[in-house]
């Protein structure tokens, strides 16, 4: 067991950071062969994140300015030539666009792959129908926004209908019926469709997969009624000891564990929305995003795309709810932690491209790590 724990803790320090990408390489053509099946294609692609990661900074000159990244960035800013250009109202930070254009050139480079899927017609229907279905379509400001559950897609919903004018502010204090109200691509013809595809302005935002993960947990395992009765009934009778035909179950008390080992069972393209990967919801390869922004820079990134579509200057993107319950570092330590390894490493896998697409490093899982 020892050199796959080693390949995945080496694995999440892919970053911007030279001495990583280095650190990586040794390990990669250490130990491949012994690991499972799995791991040469997330090894695959590592080296090609870490590599354009690399070539990127060669070409930008900065691997000698990068020896101290600052995490505050200082005050020191610094803006690329014309990417961002006029619309970009704060200063970027270095860091973050860096890793913009990594993640773009990563994705471009995978999605060449001959097995990847190039345009949303070369998808199975079924892949073809989600993706469509969580493609929200404003006419006005000739954007189209793929929306991930838990990434603050209930607000980009109602910056959406303020835009179209169904909702009078982004603020408005209401639960809303997302149904109505909002133009999906799937309700479009074929022709309208690839016209959009063609012309508009296509945007995602993606979070940590792990963290959006314990987040839709927490959420409908924690508070959603319908939620336990549709999902936990059926996974505490599952994987729960001498429970299958137990009729007293609420479903109310799953463990985090218990939907881990759930979800190794559940097919990525049937998945419940709230826990699909990212990359099937939204399919990357298939549709050239424009921009995809991150959860982590949530508030800087939407206020770009607000300037990007030309949305009126009152309209802002929605402050967070005050009920709203972040996961932070710590909790999901907690519950990566407290899960048996194991589940963690064969999980990895199903959210391989999330991970490595959207450039985030895979989670640390040496003991080691979890001692803290
Ligand atoms: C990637 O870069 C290209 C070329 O600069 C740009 O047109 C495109 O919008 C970028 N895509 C993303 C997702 O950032
Ligand atoms: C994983 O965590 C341990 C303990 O905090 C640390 O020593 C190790 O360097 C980490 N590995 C990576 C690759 O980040």
């Excluded at 109200?181 to 959009?196: A, C, G, N, T, V």
């Excluded at 991150?294 to 990134?301: T, V």
């Excluded at 972040?326 to 999901?332: A, D, G, M, N, S």
Aim: proline fraction near 5%.
């Amino acid at each position: 067991m020892a050199p796959r724990r080693q390949e995945y803790g080496a694995a999440r320090s892919v970053g911007a950071r030279n001495s990583s990408v280095l650190g990586f390489r040794t390990v990669s053509s250490g130990s491949v062969r012994r690991g499972s099946a799995v791991l040469p294609s997330v090894l695959t692609f590592l080296v090609i994140v870490a590599s354009g990661g690399l070539l990127l900074m060669i070409e930008k000159g900065m691997l000698n300015s990068m020896q101290t990244p600052s995490p505050r960035g200082n005050g020191q800013r610094l803006r690329f030539s014309g990417q961002v250009g006029k619309h970009d109202a704060a200063a970027v930070d270095v860091e973050s666009q860096i890793l913009q254009e990594i993640r773009n050139r990563t994705i471009r480079s995978m999605c060449r792959q001959k097995n990847m899927p190039h345009s949303i017609w070369s998808l199975s229907p079924l892949q073809r129908k989600t993706l469509l279905q969580h493609i929200l379509v404003n006419d006005e400001y000739r954007f189209l926004y793929c929306y991930v559950p838990k990434v603050a897609c209930s607000n980009w919903k109602r910056v959406l209908k303020v835009l179209s004018g169904a909702l009078e502010s982004v603020g408005v204090n209401i639960k809303m019926d997302h149904r109505s109200d909002l133009l999906f691509l799937s309700s479009l013809k074929p022709d309208e469709i690839r016209y959009r595809l063609r012309h508009y302005f296509k945007f995602m935002f993606v979070r940590e997969p792990m963290e959006r993960l314990l987040s839709a947990y927490r959420n409908k395992f924690g508070e959603i009624e319908s939620y336990q009765k549709k999902y936990g009934v059926e996974i505490v009778k599952r994987y729960r000891k001498g429970r299958a035909k137990d009729t007293s179950i609420t479903g109310d008390d799953v463990t985090f564990a218990e939907f881990v080992r759930y979800l190794l069972d559940e097919d990525v393209e049937r998945m419940n929305e709230h826990w699909m990967p990212m990359y099937n919801l939204c399919q990357p390869c298939a549709v050239s995003y424009d921009f995809i922004g991150s959860y982590e820079h949530l508030e800087r990134d939407a206020e770009f795309v607000l300037q990007r579509v030309g949305a009126p200057s009152d309209v802002h993107f929605p402050e967070r709810q005050t009920w709203y319950k972040p996961v932070t570092t710590e909790t999901l330590h907690y519950y990566l932690c407290s899960l048996p390894q194991k589940l963690l490493r064969e999980l990895l896998p199903k959210y391989i491209l999330d991970f490595s697409l959207f450039l985030y490093p895979l989670p640390n899982t040496t003991t080691e790590h979890c001692r803290h």
